[in-house]
């Protein structure tokens, strides 16, 4: 079986309309890719909602008998931050086995690499489509919450608008971080194991299932250092009205991971396509 080391030199340049056409190409694929497997899409909606049903009780019963808050918060906060943690983790936090790593298993990379746009774009592309189809997401969250009365409005409209930009910059680490990760699968063919642990610590520390107020405070140091909080914690601590050190500095915290982690990835990358070797070729 001969093989072909890819060439390092830059691909030939196309035009902008014809990048933009595959970049919504690829979007597009990552719309459809998830609905391929309705059955599993369909079964994760009545996950969530039994999730938020759980974690409504959970709290309810935490807080009987106590009326007052517990670091800074009441029952009414508790509640409604699980809600809603749980609605954007769902549609935010794509499975990274969509991803990179798959089409490295499947033999599949060689192609996307002769593709008119780079790798990278074309992942952040393919999640973008995969976050767009999570967004049914977004009704069987909150619908589940008005169901079990745990729906809290922001605290102020500025606080609603401040939220919104938040999740868009917290929509950019989320994908950053997947792909960052997904990006280890061209040293490592298998990442069922590397993909477990990324999982059970970013839910974990992204805040999406408890706030970072009720961690003590080493763990809150540790969640602050990792960029995972940026995802999730940010725009629910900014729609509860408790920005870690004020809107500016948490805004400013969450653009500056956007930074590191594309950095970061671009660097991966760099180091990455040295290693791809197209069998057959």
Do not use: K
């Not at 409209?157 to 699968?185: E, I, N, P, R, Y």
């Not at 990442?191 to 805040?207: A, Y």
Request: net charge positive; aromatic share 10%; charged share 10%.
């Amino acid at each position: 079986m001969s093989s072909l080391r890819l060439d390092p030199r830059p691909a030939p340049r196309h035009g902008t309309h014809s990048r933009l056409r595959a970049v919504s190409s690829q979007v597009r694929i990552g719309m459809l890719t998830p609905w391929a497997y309705r059955t599993s899409v369909l079964l994760g909606y009545p996950a969530i909602a039994v999730q938020i049903a759980l974690y409504s009780v959970v709290w309810r019963a935490i807080y009987a008998g106590h009326d007052g808050t517990v670091a800074g918060s009441d029952v009414r906060t508790a509640v409604g931050y699980a809600v809603l943690g749980l609605t954007v983790s769902g549609v935010l936090n794509t499975s990274p086995y969509q991803s990179i790593a798959s089409r490295v298993r499947e033999g599949l990379i060689g192609v996307d690499l002769t593709r008119p746009i780079g790798l990278l774009t074309q992942n952040l592309a393919f999640q973008t489509g995969a976050v767009v189809a999570s967004l049914p997401t977004v009704l069987v969250g909150l619908g589940t919450g008005l169901v079990v009365g745990g729906l809290a409005p922001p605290t102020s409209a500025a606080a609603a608008g401040w939220f919104a930009v938040s999740l868009l910059f917290a929509f950019a680490v989320s994908q950053l971080t997947t792909m960052l990760m997904a990006l280890t699968s061209f040293w490592t063919l298998e990442v069922g194991g590397i993909n477990m642990t990324f999982f059970v610590v970013r839910t974990f520390m992204s805040g999406a299932i408890l706030p970072l107020w009720f961690m003590p405070g080493w763990l809150q140091a540790v969640a602050v250092a990792l960029p995972f909080q940026a995802s999730t914690y940010t725009p629910l601590a900014i729609y509860f009205g408790r920005p870690p050190g004020g809107v500016p500095m948490a805004l400013g915290v969450q653009a500056l991971w956007i930074v590191v982690l594309g950095g970061l990835c671009s660097w991966v990358w760099s180091r990455a396509r040295h290693r791809v070797v197209v069998q057959g070729g």
